[in-house]
Nanobody
Framework: QVQLVESGGGLVQAGGSLRLSCAASGSIVSIDKMGWYHQAPGKQRELVAIISRGGRLNYADSVKGRFTISRDAAKNTVYLQMNSLKPEDTGVYYC???????????????WGQGTQVTVSS
């Protein structure tokens, strides 16, 4: 069974930084795109950043220049470096990935359980 486990959330003052990690574990043949989503209190979940298997990046306009997504293929892990944090970045951050979990080699989409980020003003 495939799992995505996030870590690195917490409480930080505005202007501060956090680094989120998400490790995929279980029976994994390959991983395609990996990404991060943000759900602010009372709002829908929204895309923050995606990194493809080949390293192509895509960011939400609200985080461009502040957040950086990266991945370590050997560790099946994706990271989100968050700098210059703002109170509106507060919420739960979810990891998402397209993974082939063994046989048959069908691509499935997985979500992590989420990690809370709180930015105080």
């Amino acid at each position: 069974q495939v799992q995505l486990v996030e870590s690195g959330g917490g409480l930080v003052q505005a202007g501060g930084s956090l680094r989120l990690s998400c490790a995929a574990s279980g029976s994994i043949v390959s991983i395609d795109k990996m990404g991060w989503y943000h759900q602010a209190p009372g709002k829908q979940r929204e895309l923050v950043a995606i990194i493809s298997r080949g390293g192509r990046l895509n960011y939400a306009d609200s985080v461009k220049g502040r957040f950086t997504i990266s991945r370590d293929a050997a560790k099946n892990t994706v990271y989100l470096q968050m700098n210059s944090l703002k109170p509106e970045d507060t919420g739960v951050y979810y990891c998402n990935a397209d993974i082939r979990p063994g046989s048959p080699p069908i691509l499935y989409n997985y979500w992590g359980q989420g990690t809370q980020v709180t930015v105080s003003s």
